[in-house]
């Protein structure tokens, strides 16, 4: 009886490798299919696998972070005409010159930010028998430190100085000779001091706003007797040299290359004093330059101003077409 049960088992063992061999491989005949293995001809031999340690010497690399970034554009322009004595075309002998310096250093790290901004800006025309004349007269400098407080605002302080190289004077012509008529500002005569404080929007490189709720500002008017040929005297008081204003500001800047060499840069500032709403102050500046090549550009410049204090209660409106050299460091 055992014997009878081993068989069964031994019975269905065989079966269970049947069909496992019919469900997973499929045989095949091999008798005539005349299979030959060919030897290798080249030779082997079993041999043995020696490892040897290498010592691989660590690189230090010596480098530091800069975080700062400094870049400067030194401008030079140059309009020149002449005519000979029977020139029938009409027209005069001019000569008209012009520089730019700008100096941008920022120094950002983690949360915190610097930036620092100088703009020099001075030229002069001569025509054939008249007086020599300023063309554009600039000095700003501005500072500002801050600290981001989420995705793309900030809480900043800033500082700037605003006046101008030379004196500036309005003409008059008698019996064909030109004169000056009267002074109208000189360095310092009017001299702007802007301490502020407050928040900045940034969502961007190219775009920002900043919005100074505590605003203070010193005119200065250095020349105690410009009054009498400039009766308004920039809103300092007539024997005074300083005027302080408290007031909230607006600051709006944009710099970005909207077409391939084309840069539009403009800045837009509003000062509108605490104590006086109807002596709200503004100013436009416009460049838009294209770069010709490595060290030519053509620049297309537009200033719009509204300020009470000025000799005109009306918008003053500057604008300037020049081609030129320009040379931009580092490259």
Do not use: C
């Amino acid at each position: 009886m055992k014997g009878f049960y081993i068989s069964i088992l031994l019975t269905f063992l065989a079966s269970a490798g049947l069909m496992a061999q019919e469900i997973d491989t499929v045989p095949i005949n091999t008798k005539d299919l005349q299979i030959k293995l060919k030897r290798s001809p080249l030779p082997s031999k079993p041999g043995t696998l020696t490892f040897t340690p290498l010592s691989i010497p660590p690189k230090v690399v010596s480098s530091k972070i800069n975080y700062w970034n400094t870049k400067t554009s030194v401008g030079i322009n140059l309009n020149q005409a002449a005519f000979s004595d029977n020139w029938t075309g009409g027209g005069v002998n001019s000569l008209a010159l012009a520089g730019i310096i700008n100096y941008r250093t920022e120094y950002r790290k983690e949360d915190f930010s610097y930036t620092s901004e100088v703009i020099l800006n001075y030229g002069k025309v001569k025509n054939k028998n008249q007086l020599e004349k300023k063309t554009v007269d600039r000095i700003y400098w501005d500072h500002k430190a801050a600290m981001q407080l989420s995705k793309n605002w900030y809480f900043f302080g800033s500082v700037n100085f605003e006046s101008q190289f030379d004196k500036g004077f309005s003409y008059k012509r008698e019996n064909d000779v030109e004169s000056t008529d009267k002074l109208l500002s000189k360095f310092m005569s009017p001299g702007y001091l802007t301490e502020s404080i407050g928040f900045e929007y940034k969502p961007n490189s190219y775009f920002s706003t900043r919005i100074g709720t505590g605003t203070a500002r010193q005119t200065f008017v250095l020349d105690t007797t410009l009054y009498r040929t400039n009766s308004n005297n920039f809103g300092v008081p007539i024997g005074s040299t300083v005027k302080n204003e408290l007031a909230f500001q607006i600051v709006i800047n944009f710099d970005k290359d909207i077409f391939h060499n084309i840069n539009l840069k403009s800045k837009y500032m509003s000062f509108i004093p605490y104590d006086n709403f109807g002596y709200t102050n503004h100013r436009l500046d416009v460049a838009l330059t294209a770069k010709v090549n490595r060290f030519m550009n053509t620049t297309i410049t537009g200033v719009g101003l509204y300020d009470r204090n000025s000799p005109s209660d009306k918008i003053q409106g500057s604008q300037t077409l020049s081609l030129g050299l320009i040379f931009i460091f580092p490259r």
